[in-house]
């Protein structure tokens, strides 16, 4: 992975960190997690039918959507960009205004099969540069409110409790902005992390469980619940530890950090234990400098790993994957012009991604604003990126646009059958 070139966004990946409430270590060697209510009260068991799953995989560092899916038929595109640009022979899945960049060929077998689409000038309704601050925003999207609460958060407000592993954020020790609020989410690094800690074989475990049991049941205050709480995660999440960790299907996937993440939700979701909602970080898509051309560079290899990773866990998912849908956020796209070190600096305006179950594919969807008269060389937002997820929400939970975005009135894109 390329070191990000923009101070800003190494600043909000830190502070990320800072901002968190109320996150607590479970343990060393077990999930981080935030909880609402105490779901240990709660009645779930795996139902050998896998529920609908929502995965939204974010690309941090703001990729350039002007790269992902080219516009070869406006002419201010090769002319902007004359060192960096894709040709328009080399692109793939191409109408007469938009392909795909070639790098993205693992994913024309579901563009082709009517599983992808793609949603350009989507993007905030005011343009924020920050890196920052446009994620928050992003993951918020309630705009003005001072309540940290994220969009998926309160998707899953719409509905019961139910599973403790009902939202997970894969890959990652930190909760995302989207996930935080009042609702239970947990975050997982690897599948076998979560264990208790100082337990190598299951008789080990068995043991340790009795003993913290016999120690803290009946017990008051915060720390005995957290102690239960865990106790519960740890034993809701044995499904997934007993199914195979090698992909299904013949699938495979690129040996990275998001190859990895994908693997993993693939098998917690072939586990059957009740996920709904997966977040994955992909990132930095922050490239100021040398952004390479379709043969070599920077965005080149990361738009092969997203391909690959997603490719490889569309086939490991095999029959369920009629029951996934997987979308793409980036905090804000790219300038149209290239920079003096053949990079792009920040935008405005980017591309979105929905694969999987109930998406209306093998199109490009969205009004095309054209470059020609662009401001501060921004490609402007003709879509935003709320009407995207909530039709996304609606389709794939049955979740109101009001529920999970306040204030917005949403437009109906037809990227999603409803």
């Known amino acids: ?91 793939l899945a191409a109408d007469a205004m938009f392909g795909l960049h070639p790098a993205l060929a693992p994913l024309v077998p579901l563009w082709t099969g009517g599983a992808m689409a793609a949603v350009h000038a989507t993007g905030l309704p ?14 918020d999207a309630d705009p003005g409110t001072q309540e940290r609460i994220g969009w998926l958060n309160r ?15 894969q890959g990652s020790g930190v909760l995302s902005t989207q996930l935080a609020g009042r609702h239970p989410a947990m975050t997982v ?11 190598s074989t299951p008789t080990q475990a068995a043991a340790r469980q009795r003993a913290l049991r016999t120690m803290w049941d009946g017990a008051g205050g915060p720390l005995a619940t957290a102690v239960t709480d865990t106790l519960e995660v ?40 009740g996920v709904e909602v997966v977040t994955v970080d992909h990132g930095s898509w922050d490239h100021h400098v040398r952004i390479g051309t379709p043969d070599s560079g920077s965005l080149r290899s990361m738009a092969q790993d997203l391909a690959g990773s997603v490719a490889g866990f569309f086939a490991d998912l095999g029959a369920l994957a009629d029951r996934v849908t997987l979308v793409t956020i980036s905090e804000f796209g790219r300038r149209v012009k290239e920079n003096a070190n053949q990079g792009l600096d920040h935008g405005h305006g980017n591309v979105m991604f929905v694969i999987g179950a109930g998406v209306r594919g093998g199109r490009y969807v969205g009004q095309w604003p054209g470059l020609l008269n662009t401001v501060d060389a921004d490609l402007p937002v003709t879509t935003d990126y709320r009407h995207v997820l909530s039709e996304v929400v609606q389709s794939v939970f049955g979740v109101s646009p009001a529920t999970a975005f306040p204030g917005l009135v949403a437009q109906r894109l037809d990227v999603m059958t409803l």
């Open 234 to 273: 740890v034993d809701r999440f044995a499904p997934v530890l007993a199914t195979p960790p090698d992909p299904a299907n013949g699938a495979g996937y690129p040996d990275t950090d998001l190859g990895q993440a994908l693997a993993a939700t693939a098998r917690v979701i072939r586990a059957d234990v």
């Open 189 to 199: 690094s690897r599948p076998e992390d979560i264990r208790l800690p100082g337990t």
């Open 155 to 169: 998707v899953l407000g719409a509905g019961s409790i139910g599973s403790p592993l009902r939202a997970i954020q």
């Open 1 to 91: 992975m390329t070191d990000p070139c923009c101070s800003d966004y190494r600043h909000a990946v830190t502070s990320r960190r800072a901002l968190l409430r109320g996150a607590g270590a479970l343990g060393a060697g077990v999930a981080t997690a935030t909880y609402g209510s105490a779901f240990t009260q709660t009645a779930f068991a795996a139902t050998g039918t896998a529920p609908r799953t929502l995965v939204v995989l974010s690309m941090r560092g703001a990729a350039d959507g002007l790269s992902l899916v080219v516009p070869h038929g406006d002419p201010v595109y090769a002319a902007a960009r004359p060192t960096i640009r894709v040709p328009a022979e080399r692109l």
């Open 126 to 139: 005011v343009a924020n540069r920050s890196h920052f601050a446009a994620m928050e925003a992003v993951e």
